[in-house]
């Protein structure tokens, strides 16, 4: 694997599995890989590092985006996801590029939002500090899409993402109903490029309005429904629509919560790639408001300007659907194959 960017292997294993060595040697040809029996050895030996680790908690063969990591050496370009315990409660929050916390959320079995606790954790040299205090127990680790198995990991394809409403269909405050759908059909061409290559297309929405009250969940089911199928109609498919109903200053009580499902947070992004095997690199997301840019590794988000101020968007600002469609099949590499 050719990089400029070095960072070393650190596994617990019991080392007698020759098979998990041979995979981490494989997976990472030129990186150093140390091996430990126990983990506190493995912690501070890190502790003692001064180079970025990847650290393999315990034999785990799941394989996730390796590629893009080492590809997107930045490595202050992502999310990272910090594991911490509070009074005794296991909880995560995610940091931002300047490492301050964005999003706080308790712990919920062992799945949260879409990230998945994988064993697998990316620490940069610079917070080997935090890492020795002992207030942070846990582990700092970047909740790429984890696949169920590395054969599946091959097999993993970009996407496209798109936000709902605004880029689909016309943005009608607290749309809910069927008669106030106004679709686009200028995104038909861009879904088709992509159903064409046989990669996903998926829907990521925000719908606080059942928080708010304004509607139920069952009518953003409907709303999603006929867009489906009038797709559908137009000979273009879409995989699956994700919606977030949680607003934490919602006002009915068990949708006001904090998530990190909601966008600009990349639970439902996590949750569609470990669903269909998405790989982030060549993966595309579109929106109309900077709120649906997921400013996780890989992915490249995209807005189209509709009616939301786009000034100081980090990403690229188109004002048609054509313009987004030619960015894309110039700056993609599809042909390869996945
Ligand atoms: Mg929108």
Same mark, same amino acid.
């Given at each position: 694997m050719e990089t400029n960017y070095f960072f070393? $292997?650190?596994?617990?294993? @019991?080392?007698?599995?020759?098979?998990? !060595? @041979? /995979?981490?040697e494989e997976m990472f040809s030129g990186s150093k890989i140390h091996c430990f029996s126990e983990g506190e050895e493995a912690v501070k030996f890190i502790n003692d590092s001064s180079i970025d680790t990847l650290y393999f908690s315990r034999e785990n063969f799941t394989a996730f985006d390796f590629k893009s990591l080492i590809k997107n050496g930045n490595k202050k370009n992502f999310s990272t996801i910090l594991q911490i315990k509070v009074n005794g409660d296991e909880e995560f929050v995610q940091l931002d590029k300047n490492f301050l916390i964005v999003n706080k959320t308790?712990? =919920?079995?062992?799945?949260?939002?879409?990230?998945?606790? +994988?064993? !697998? /954790?990316? $620490?940069?040299? #610079?917070?080997n500090s935090l890492f020795k205090i002992n207030l942070f127990e846990g582990v700092i680790g970047i909740p790429l899409p984890v696949y169920s198995s590395s054969v599946e990991y091959f097999k993993s394809r970009p996407a496209l993402f798109l936000d709902r409403d605004g880029v689909i269909n016309k943005d009608v405050a607290y749309l809910h109903e069927v008669k106030d759908i106004v679709i686009f059909d200028a995104i038909i061409p861009v879904i088709k490029f992509f159903n064409d290559k046989k990669l996903p297309v998926v829907v990521l929405t925000n719908q606080s309005g059942v928080a708010r009250g304004k509607f139920l969940e069952s009518d953003v089911l409907k709303v999603n429904q006929h867009i489906f199928n009038y797709f559908i109609k137009k000979k273009v498919f879409i995989d699956r629509f994700y919606s977030c109903p949680y607003m934490e200053s919602g006002e009915i009580e068990a949708y006001a919560k904090k998530t990190l499902n909601r966008k600009p947070s990349p639970g439902m992004l996590f949750q569609a790639c470990g669903d269909?095997? $998405?790989?982030? =690199?060549?993966?595309?997301? *579109?929106? =109309?408001?900077? +709120?649906?840019?997921? =400013?996780?590794?890989?992915?490249?988000?995209?807005? !189209?300007?509709? @009616?939301?101020?786009? &000034?100081? &968007?980090?990403?690229?600002?188109? +004002? +048609? #659907?054509? #313009?987004?469609?030619? /960015? *894309?099949k110039a700056h993609c590499d599809y042909s390869a194959g996945p």
């Open positions: 070393q $292997i650190v596994a617990v294993s @019991n080392c007698a599995s020759k098979r998990f !060595i @041979n /995979y981490l308790v712990m =919920d079995g062992k799945t949260l939002d879409g990230y998945v606790e +994988s064993g !697998i /954790y990316f $620490i940069p040299q #610079e917070l269909f095997f $998405i790989k982030l =690199d060549g993966s595309f997301m *579109i929106g =109309d408001k900077i +709120s649906d840019a997921i =400013d996780v590794l890989g992915l490249t988000n995209i807005s !189209i300007q509709r @009616n939301y101020d786009l &000034a100081g &968007a980090q990403h690229h600002v188109f +004002s +048609s #659907e054509s #313009e987004i469609l030619a /960015y *894309i």
